[in-house]
T-cell receptor, first 113, second 115 residues
Framework: GNSVTQMEGPVTLSEEAFLTINCTYT??????LFWYVQYPGEGLQLLLK?????DKGSNKGFEATYRKETTSFHLEKGSVQVSDSAVYFC????????????FGQGTTLQVKP | EPEVTQTPSHQVTQMGQEVILRCVPI?????FYWYRQILGQKVEFLVS????????KSEIFDDQFSVERPDGSNFTLKIRSTKLEDSAMYFC?????????????FGQGTRLTVV
């Protein structure tokens, strides 16, 4: 079945450091890929998405490219801020047409000043 | 900005009791979902709901769970006889449609503690 694997956390970085959070997936067909973010005390919010191979999603300085050849959707940001501290979830929707999301286990990012 | 709202934010219940978790999805959305996250584990899909019926459910969603849209605005998850292992954060979500690339909007969650 479909699944998503994320790098284990927590990830601790200093402000202005470069961020990569790895995400790989297993899916049949052509899934859509997402990064959701959960700030402390809040619900999950869509950060970015990509719906086909080689698409790049971007938002708030974060980027991720849909790589079908490596089944990956790694999240990157060139210079993190303290306000980026949150839990990041990689997810996919498959071909079911119900909108069901399959999530990775989440990666906690802590950015120190 | 429209948002999904969930109540209560925290519910404590005794094992064997019934609980109802409530959600108000975004008003023009047609698909509704429940997910749960046991502490330290993945966010897991429970059920999707469209056109007043379940469109997909996971193996977690057994006979003790049910969902309902009792009126034009609320969407509820009922757990008939709670178990200790039902303790988790429950998230409601909604989306405009069920197509693969469509964004789902999530509520802030209800933390259910079964004692």
């Amino acid at each position: 079945g479909n699944s998503v694997t994320q790098m284990e956390g927590p990830v601790t970085l200093s402000e202005e450091a470069f961020l990569t959070i790895n995400c790989t997936y297993t899916a049949t067909g052509y899934p859509s890929l997402f990064w959701y973010v959960q700030y402390p005390g809040e619900g999950l919010q869509l950060l970015l998405k990509a719906t086909k191979a080689d698409d790049k999603g971007s938002n708030k300085g974060f980027e991720a490219t849909y790589r079908k050849e490596t089944t990956s959707f790694h999240l990157e940001k060139g210079s993190v801020q303290v306000s980026d501290s949150a839990v990041y979830f990689c997810a996919l929707t498959g071909s079911s047409n119900t909108g069901k999301l399959i999530f990775g286990q989440g990666t906690t990012l802590q950015v120190k000043p | 900005e429209p948002e999904v709202t969930q109540t209560p934010s925290h519910q404590v219940t005794q094992m064997g009791q019934e609980v109802i978790l409530r959600c108000v999805p975004i008003s023009n959305h047609l698909y509704f979902y429940w997910y749960r996250q046991i502490l330290g584990q993945k966010v897991e899909f429970l059920v999707s709901f469209y056109n007043n019926e379940i469109s997909e459910k996971s193996e977690i969603f057994d006979d003790q769970f049910s969902v309902e849209r009792p009126d034009g605005s609320n969407f509820t998850l009922k757990i008939r006889s709670t178990k200790l292992e039902d303790s988790a954060m429950y998230f409601c979500a909604s989306s405009e449609n069920g197509q693969g690339g469509t964004e789902a909007f999530f509520g802030q969650g209800t933390r259910l503690t079964v004692v």
